[in-house]
């Protein structure tokens, strides 16, 4: 049995629109049944259970503009929120309402801190009970009393609309007979310190509580949008100055920094010290997770695994390593040897990816194999040949694109996130 040219060319067709159809039903499903989350701070609890921080995919689709133009979130929107899964992969407990919780720190008294980025808070809440049990708000400090630079014209004290600060950290600590909070304020170039004791016996959200700050929003060599500033060991702090891709040390007592990492990275999101004194980066737009020595600064451990843009990572007591893969819309744990020992989520957006571009390598291998084999023992003229080699190359032009996408999804998608979103400059 022969088939004409039109039924073949028609087969074709009918499986590109198919294939095309297909994939606009299920990003469509995947989007808008919220499958696509995209993770930010993750933290395993001393019960096994884990803290995840999310917002949605179908967010950056619907709003692919928020950050950038500050567009609110709607209150009570369930696509913002810090849940908490048990090892199996259950939802055991959720707060939603927030707008890109970028951090939830677990206090010593079971409560917990969260950092409620777009709406410029940090919040305590009686977990397990969800009621907010204290509240810090930049847009109720008068900055010029902090530094009587930051006049009534500051930036810091006006225009305060949706993200003006954009919160997104917050650590806490225990001087022993007093405790601090220490909050990134990402928008003002700042990390400040609060006494968090002075602020739970009242008043809250006095100046006089600010103890201490580090960056100004008029000098970006000090910082320029930092994520996730950590108390050290030693007291002092140490900083991921985000936009000016390097990791920093800054002493506390005279705010100099005294140690600094810049090699090779792309929007750093997050560095922690490890007990053995190693720092443990997360180089979000390369998709990788690395330790370095800190005294020879040379690379010890490095991970990429499915990493896009991960937010980043923790090192558990069992010396594996906990890390929020960004819009990968995973959560893993990671062995020292580089093996996946435990994940929540599943990535839609990789899955589909790779669907496609494996069906399209098979699609278009086969429907060449088929031009060469009708082509045997017939003679072609011209305008044929012309016609059946032109298809041909376009056919091979789809596959070299299939295999693009097969081997640098990673980098694509990172580029996809940048262009939307306006991250990282
Ligand atoms: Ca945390
Ligand atoms: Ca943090
Ligand atoms: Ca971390």
Not at 375 to 382: D, F, I, Q
């Amino acid at each position: 049995m022969r088939f004409t040219p039109k039924f073949k060319i028609g087969i074709f067709i009918g499986f590109f629109v198919l294939t095309l159809s297909a994939n606009l039903v299920l990003f469509y499903t995947f989007s808008s049944k919220n499958m696509m989350p995209s993770y930010l701070d993750v933290d395993r609890k001393p019960n096994g259970n884990t803290f995840i921080c999310t917002f949605s995919f179908r967010e950056v689709i619907n709003y692919p503009n928020r950050v950038r133009n500050q567009i609110p979130v709607p209150d009570n929107s369930t696509e913002h929120s810090i849940f908490e899964v048990d090892q199996y992969g259950n939802k055991v407990w959720e707060y939603i309402g927030l707008a890109q919780p970028h951090e939830v720190e677990y206090l010593p008294n079971g409560h917990i801190l969260v950092a409620d980025t777009g709406h410029d808070r940090v919040i305590e809440i009686d977990y397990p009970n969800k009621n907010i049990v204290w509240e810090w708000k930049p847009e109720l400090i008068n900055w010029t009393e902090i530094n009587s630079a930051w006049d009534t014209t500051h930036y810091y004290n006006n225009p305060i609309i949706f993200d003006w600060t954009h919160l997104n950290d917050v650590d806490f600590k225990n001087y022993s007979t007093w405790s601090a909070c220490l909050i990134s304020l990402r928008n003002f170039d700042m990390i400040v310190e609060i006494n968090y004791t002075a602020e739970r016996l009242g008043p809250a959200n006095s100046p006089n509580n600010i103890i201490w700050y580090y960056g100004d929003y008029n000098n970006h060599s000090l910082l320029y949008h930092q994520h996730n500033p950590d108390y050290l060991s030693d007291g002092n702090i140490i900083v991921s100055d985000s936009e000016n891709d390097r990791i920093l040390k800054v002493n506390y007592s005279n705010k100099e920094v005294f140690w600094s990492y810049q090699s090779g990275m792309r929007w750093p999101r997050d560095a922690d010290e490890l007990p053995n004194g190693n720092i443990l980066i997360t180089d979000s737009l390369n998709s990788r997770v690395f330790e370095i020595d800190a005294v020879s600064k040379q690379i010890v451990w490095s991970f990429r695994g499915d990493l896009i843009n991960p937010y980043e990572a923790d090192m558990l007591d069992n010396g594996n390593i906990l890390i929020g893969n960004g819009i990968g819309g995973v959560v893993y744990e990671i062995n020292p040897d580089g093996f996946e020992v435990w994940r929540y989520g599943i990535s839609y957006l990789k899955s589909l990816i790779y669907l496609n571009c494996i069906l399209a390598i098979i699609i278009e291998s086969a429907t060449i194999f088929f031009i060469f084999n009708g082509m045997k023992g017939r003679s072609l003229n011209r305008i044929e040949k012309i016609l059946k080699y032109f298809f041909i190359s376009f056919l091979g032009f789809l596959i070299a694109v299939a295999f693009i996408f097969l081997f640098f999804y990673t980098s694509i998608a990172v580029m996809v996130f940048i262009a939307m979103t306006g991250a990282a400059r």
